[in-house]
């Protein structure tokens, strides 16, 4: 029998090692939930799993947007995909993996057995580098173990490397305890080391044809046996066009917190950061480039909605799921407020149709709507049922930000889409939607002259004024719009003190008394000012 099976290959071209990353991207994915259930360290925030896979979709992205056929395409797409899409302390690690694994891998022409083993090896030294105080007993610890273990088998044969390495991965993982007090006191092997054990198998799974197995039950949560406490604010920025060394941007950075981060490739700097003043470090930070996207995620708010949930695993699922896709940290939180699962994009960043798909995939119902909220991010929502075959899939096209909050208030979980969606879609198109932006070039559109940097208002994406200052741009909006409405959402960037968005609140108040303003943090980066009308 073995006779018939085909040989195991000398080489792997970049096409193959391309799908096989691809693959393994799933792979992960079938593990999330289960990675998820052992995050303790460095706070037990339960979101492992889910950053490390969002990490790798954006590789998933990246390969099919540049279809690699050499090993150096392939690896930019590794190391460039990555840092993009890099999400939480894990990601951003796994980011530094995949950058360490490209340095070595794209000197080759195809991957053998040798070539294998410098890129693990790369893989570890560029991880460890990129945190500023290693820890033993992480996912650093198991990558390490992992090249380790493939310098101790004479195998000729990449597979047979890659096996090597799983399986001292797999004993590292599970003496991890042994090095962390925090992991042996919950009981637990590192959640980041099971990711990268997860995503070799995935890549072995991939070259030896097996399909992807079904998720594992979780049976309980370790973040259970951690009491309510403030762990502060998980916060990340994505830089582009920076002049300064990354180490620069580093020691600034650590003075506002811990679990610090900070890498950078192509101009591009990502950063991580525990913080307790997110508004503060992302406006220090925004000075040395353009700041392409952040995050701040209240690390005490994902603590409190794990143990608000832990025992709901044997209740019955709901009726109705909704996704929506979001930009900004205070829009993203707000549509979680209101029971969506979120799908990081927006303008300029649009997801794919395999990352709605996933987030379609990660909800218990078998009904689920979905809300793009930008016109660009439609059609690939409609592509979704093309290849999510098991469940009740219904897009509301969504065009703003607004629309989507809008028809997120009228969503109910126990209600049937078909009651749903009807008022979802009356409110979304009775919402309006104000955004302050920078024009990139000097227009003339439909009567309105725009210069190059200056401030441009925007009523549901279509340009409406022109103004030198952000506050009078959304001024003027509102002289056209707010005698229509009741109640705003105004969002500031974090280019925007909080100080400044209040007295900017009581302004509103002061004009316009019959409106009811809520202020808000977290507006996507490129836009000083977002406000939904109601």
């Known amino acids: ?280 470090l992302l406006a220090t930070v925004s000075k040395y480039g353009t700041m392409v996207r952040s995050k701040v995620e209240d690390m005490s708010e994902q603590h409190s909605e794990i143990l608000a949930t832990v025992d709901m695993d044997e209740a019955e699922p709901p009726l109705s799921a909704m996704v929506a896709v979001s930009d900004g940290y205070g829009i993203s939180k707000a549509f979680r407020g209101l029971g969506a699962r979120v799908v990081g994009g927006g303008q300029t960043n649009n997801p794919s149709v395999e990352d709605i798909a996933d987030a379609v995939r990660s909800v218990g119902a078998k009904q689920v709507v979905v809300l793009p909220n930008n016109k660009n991010i439609i059609m690939a929502a409609q592509r979704v049922a093309d290849i999510v075959k098991d469940k009740e899939i219904e897009i509301l096209p969504t065009r703003t930000m607004g629309a989507g909050l809008a028809a997120a208030v009228l969503f109910q979980e126990n209600q049937p889409l078909s009651d749903l969606l009807p008022a979802m879609q009356e409110a979304a198109d009775s919402a309006l939607t104000l955004e302050v932006t920078k024009a990139s070039r000097t227009v003339t559109v439909e009567d309105v002259e725009v210069s190059e940097g200056e401030f441009i208002g925007l009523a549901n994406d279509r340009l409406e004024v022109s103004a030198s200052d952000p506050v009078e741009c959304l001024m003027q909006l509102l002289e056209r719009h707010a005698e229509e409405y009741e109640i705003a959402t105004l969002f500031h960037s974090a280019a925007i003190e909080p100080d400044e968005a209040e007295e900017l609140a009581e302004k509103l108040g002061e004009t316009y008394p019959e409106l009811e303003v809520e202020v808000r943090a977290g507006a996507p980066d490129l836009y000083p000012y977002v406000m939904a009308l109601e």
């Open 1 to 280: 029998m073995a006779d018939t099976l085909p040989k195991e290959p000398r080489t792997i071209p970049a096409r193959e090692l391309s799908r096989a990353f691809i693959f393994a991207t799933d792979w992960l994915g079938v593990y999330v939930d289960e990675i998820n259930a052992l995050n303790v360290y460095p706070v037990p925030d339960g979101d492992t799993g889910t950053n490390m896979h969002l990490t790798m979709q954006s590789v998933r992205r990246q390969i099919l947007a540049e279809n690699p056929t050499t090993m150096t395409s392939l690896c930019h797409a590794l190391a460039y995909g990555s840092l993009l899409g890099a999400r939480g302390n894990s990601g951003v690690i796994l980011s530094q993996v995949l950058k360490g694994f490209s340095e070595e891998a794209r000197r080759l022409k195809e991957l053998d057995a040798e070539g294998l083993r410098k890129a693990l090896h790369g893989a570890s030294r560029t991880a460890y580098s990129a945190v500023m105080k290693p820890v033993e007993g992480t996912i650093l610890t198991v990558v390490r173990r992992a090249a380790e273990g493939s310098d101790e088998s004479p195998a000729t044969l990449p597979l047979d490397v890659l096996r090597e390495a799983h399986g001292s991965a797999q004993v590292a993982l599970e003496r991890t305890p042994e090095m962390l007090p925090l992991l042996k006191q919950a009981g637990v092997v590192d959640a980041g080391g099971l990711g990268f054990v997860r995503l070799l198998e995935g890549l072995i799974a991939f070259f030896e044809g097996r399909d992807l197995p079904p998720p594992p039950k979780v049976e309980k949560r370790a973040q259970q046996q951690f009491e309510e406490e403030e762990f502060g604010f998980c916060t990340e920025f994505l830089l582009s066009d920076v002049k300064v060394a990354t180490r620069e941007i580093q020691t600034l950075v650590e003075p506002f917190g811990d679990s610090l981060l900070v890498v950078g490739a192509e101009g591009f700097v990502k950063g991580h950061i525990h913080t307790e003043e997110p508004e503060k």
